[in-house]
């Protein structure tokens, strides 16, 4: 059974730093692509990143480009979200999603994928 389990997230001051870790179980040859989402409140999910498996090509939302890197360590199966220089406007719960054939292009698009992690609360604040 497939299943995402994310972590690393807390509060933490404007310019601060944190890691998110995204734990995948249950993978099959079919899931190419893991994505890492945020939904603030009141507002619609929105895609931050996503990185393809099998070469580490990575994908950034422009909001989060230079500031977040995602990176695999697939002997643990797991995709670390690396975010740096925290602003009060990335403060979300975070998640992280697969699906079967998801494609690179629209990696960002929640519609690609089937299968969520509960999420992780990030809060940046003074």
């Known amino acids: 059974q497939l299943q995402l389990v994310e972590s690393g997230g807390g509060s933490v001051q404007p310019g601060g730093s944190l890691r998110l870790s995204c734990a995948a179980s249950?993978?099959?040859?079919?899931?190419?692509?893991i994505g890492w989402f945020r939904q603030a409140p009141g507002k619609e999910r929105e895609g931050v990143s996503c990185?393809?498996?099998?070469?580490?090509?990575?994908y950034y939302a422009d909001s989060v480009k230079d500031r977040f890197t995602i990176s695999v360590n697939n002997a643990k199966n797991t995709v670390y979200l690396q975010m740096n220089s925290l602003k009060p406007e990335d403060t979300a719960v975070y998640y992280c999603?697969?699906?079967?054939?998801?494609?690179?292009?629209?990696?960002?698009?929640?519609?690609?994928?089937?299968?969520w992690g509960q999420g992780t609360r990030v809060t940046i604040s003074s």
């Open positions: 999603a697969t699906g079967v054939h998801v494609l690179f292009r629209l990696c960002l698009s929640m519609w690609e994928y089937d299968d």
């Open positions: 249950g993978l099959t040859a079919d899931h190419h692509v």
């Open positions: 990185v393809w498996l099998g070469d580490s090509r990575a």
